[in-house]
């Protein structure tokens, strides 16, 4: 049997202020790492899935330049341009199509070649943008949550910077016209999604109630009717693609990217008047050829002057939309009926008092004894607190609970919080110190104390025993959970609208694709242990502690003694790198129970989709137990990631860092939450009115059928 000693005797804490910027040194969160790790897992796993992607990429190029333009005469070519001028606009457009590629062979056969490639690489990416942008745009403007989950994805893709697109997909995809054809489509996306669900969402309720109403199918109605009149949004969302496009030519040139943006580039670099005179007339005839034919009807404005507005509405393309084809609404505030908000009942009271007292007992419980004898988790990323004896730590202490207790601070603070507003002004306090707030937030504590009572000490923490604190944060968490299910059941919350009577599939998809994130990250590492230790066999080890006893018996012979000591050590063999996945028993095993307590929140995300009923309230019950489940999750990744962030070790000889594992269990968690957020969003405390209040009406009972009368009222 084998032991393992620090190279150095170092085990110091850094005395560095927490407002000295130094200490950035010292508290690292490891993203690049967790990429490194996702890329190399990537490359090494999904190679058939990165040639599968691109396949279409490569295929449509190749067919496109290699296989019809470089084989058919400039002349033909100009005649096909001028043709769809004429189809896709006016015969203005076509001959101005017609003329403008045609002159760009009079550029000389060199760039004639570079004209075609670019036509080819900017088809392709707005074709696909096109075939992959307008479906899912009208996902999003059909079903609101498709598009509260595409919305935050759009909105990231159009702030970040074009050359912030280059770093994944050169590494995915290598340099060359396939990588930069994918980089160009992605970037160019949002747009078209944008304005297709824009105008999709524009068109008149009553002209899609009237054609339900005469019996069309739901298909009918998107092809005859949502489609037709949202053509003039679609072209805008294609036109503004397609600028896009044209715009990264020029960054893809630094992707490898064949044609003129290449051609510039290389004028640029090489300070070529004449190239970049030659390229970029070239350049700007296809690009104004381009704009012309996508150019939806009763727009303005040059080419350089809708570049510009492309960039500067990235954000809100729904800006760029005509005038004529904006749809006008307006709400009479006069006709509505304000109504009163229900008041609490004894039989709310009871339950919510019980959710309270479990969050006061969560509390209490961080001021008690976590561990003692030696850190918990942190003994992992931290010599030092691998053997602490006479030495005891609570909750917050960064040897005990860490990260892990003040995440149960803050969400013990919402159950206590949500009781008490409740109880003084119901449905007056902030919008998550209710009932629904209350269950998300003990089913995150529950959920969190279970996982980490689960996992395992570090082999290396001698003398560690467990305290009375966790245990009793986790009786806290099981009464706050038990009270607040039994609260949610009985409070009288209805939605402002009514929910869509289908099943929410989307949901059900995505709870689908949260297991196997939190599959993947389970197998993922959740540590990388980079600190140099030395093997040092049982044997070595009673000779190195016979020779400190003779040194300490012999001081005059101490230097020779200790001279051998360290001939010893350094012909002891360094460990190599310690790499932990979630279930691997030489680490804490979180990840398994992560991917638990996902299964057990995909289930609850069934009946919370609609799937065993479409009883609005029991949506609403299942939705705040789906996103406590998932917070949960999301805390212990969080708490894992943070507690190493707080006493991990880094030293001259390595570093002790938190995995992609772990990553992914806290995004997988918050995936989780936020399948159940449309459903939840939609809930209020429930109103009633004087006549239901003077016949005695039971606002426990009919608080849905209230919101749903005053819903009617209003509209």
């Known amino acids: 049997m084998s032991i393992l000693a620090q190279a150095d005797g170092s085990t110091a804490l850094s005395d560095t202020g927490f407002t000295d910027n130094l200490v950035l040194d010292k508290y690292l969160v490891p993203f690049g790492d967790w990429m490194d790790q996702a890329f190399d897992w990537v490359a090494a796993e999904l190679g058939w899935l990165l040639s599968a992607i691109k396949w279409p990429f490569s295929t449509l190029n190749e067919f496109l330049v290699r296989d019809i333009m470089e084989n058919v005469s400039w002349f033909w070519i100009a005649v096909a341009f001028f043709v769809i001028g004429l189809l896709a606009r006016n015969i203005r457009v076509g001959v101005f199509a017609g003329l403008g590629i045609g002159a760009c062979g009079f550029l000389g056969d060199g760039f004639w070649q570079a004209t075609i490639e670019t036509i080819g690489f900017v088809s392709v990416a707005v074709f696909l943008c096109v075939i992959i942008g307008v479906p899912i745009g009208v996902a999003c403007g059909r079903f609101d949550a498709v598009w509260s989950g595409v919305r935050p994805v759009l909105d990231a893709m159009q702030v970040i910077h074009a050359f912030a697109y280059l770093i994944p997909f050169i590494f995915l995809f290598g340099l060359g016209n396939v990588g930069a054809t994918i980089v160009t489509m992605f970037f160019a996306l949002p747009p078209v999604v944008r304005l297709t669900n824009l105008g999709i969402r524009q068109v008149p309720a009553d002209v899609v109630e009237a054609s339900r109403a005469y019996g069309a199918p739901e298909w009918r109605v998107l092809v005859d009717v949502q489609l037709p009149l949202s053509r003039a949004a679609i072209m805008t969302g294609i036109n503004q693609t397609l600028l896009l496009a044209m715009s990264m030519l020029v960054i893809a040139a630094i992707m490898g990217a064949t044609g003129l943006g290449s051609e510039l580039f290389q004028a640029v670099s090489r300070q070529e008047v004449f190239l970049g005179a030659q390229a970029g007339l070239a350049f700007y005839l296809v690009a104004v050829v381009f704009d012309r034919i996508s150019q939806p009807e009763g727009t303005e404005g040059g080419l350089l002057r809708r570049i510009r507005r492309a960039w500067a509405h990235r954000r809100d393309p729904e800006m760029l939309v005509p005038d004529s084809a904006r749809a006008e609404a307006s709400d009479d505030e006069s006709t509505q009926v304000q109504g009163e908000i229900a008041p609490l009942t004894a039989a709310e009271r009871r339950p919510m008092m019980v959710a309270g007292a479990g969050g006061i007992v969560a509390f209490v419980s961080l001021f008690l004894t976590w561990n003692s004898g030696a850190g918990f988790l942190s003994a992992y990323g931290r010599t030092l607190d691998e053997y602490r004896p006479g030495e005891s730590f609570n909750g917050l202490s960064a040897s005990g609970g860490s990260w892990f207790g003040f995440v149960l601070l803050a969400l013990a603070l919402v159950v206590v919080a949500a009781a008490i507003t409740t109880m003084a002004t119901p449905g007056r306090g902030p919008r998550w110190f209710t009932a629904d707030g209350a269950t998300i937030a003990s089913l995150a504590m529950l959920v969190m104390m279970a996982v980490y009572l689960l996992a ?253 009368q005053e819903h009617e009222v209003l509209t």
Request: hydrophobic share 45%; with cysteine; glycine share 14%.
């Open 456 to 708: 395992a000490p570090s082999d290396l923490a001698e003398g560690y025993s467990r305290g009375i604190g966790p245990w009793l944060a986790l009786v806290g968490a099981l009464v706050a959970s038990a009270g607040s299910v039994a609260w949610i059941r009985l409070a009288p919350h209805a939605p402002d609208r009514p929910l869509r009577a289908r099943i929410g599939w989307g949901r059900v998809a995505a709870a689908g694709f949260v297991v196997i994130v939190f599959g993947v990250g389970a197998f993922s590492v959740w540590s990388f242990d980079e600190r140099t230790r030395l093997i040092i066999s049982t044997d070595t080890q009673a000779q190195l502690d016979d020779m400190a006893a003779r040194a300490e018996a012999n001081p005059e012979q101490s230097g020779v003694i200790q001279s051998q000591m360290s001939a010893i050590l350094a012909a002891a063999e360094p460990n190599p790198r310690i790499i932990t996945d979630g279930v691997n028993r030489d680490g804490p095993g979180l990840g398994i129970w992560v991917f638990v307590a996902g299964l057990a929140g995909a289930a609850a995300a069934l009946p919370a989709a609609g799937l065993f009923g479409r009883h609005e309230h029991r949506q609403w019950r299942w939705s705040a137990i789906t996103a406590g489940i998932g917070v949960g999750a999301a805390c212990v990744g969080f708490g894992w990631i943070f507690t190493h962030v707080r006493s991990g070790e880094t030293t001259a000889e390595g570093t002790y860092l938190s995995g992609v594992g772990s990553f992914l269990a806290l995004a997988g968690g918050l995936t989780l939450a936020a399948t159940a957020a449309g459903v939840l969003k939609e809930f209020r405390r429930a109103k009633v009115y004087a006549d239901d209040v003077e016949s005695g009406t039971s606002t426990g009972s009919h608080g849905q059928h209230d919101r749903r």
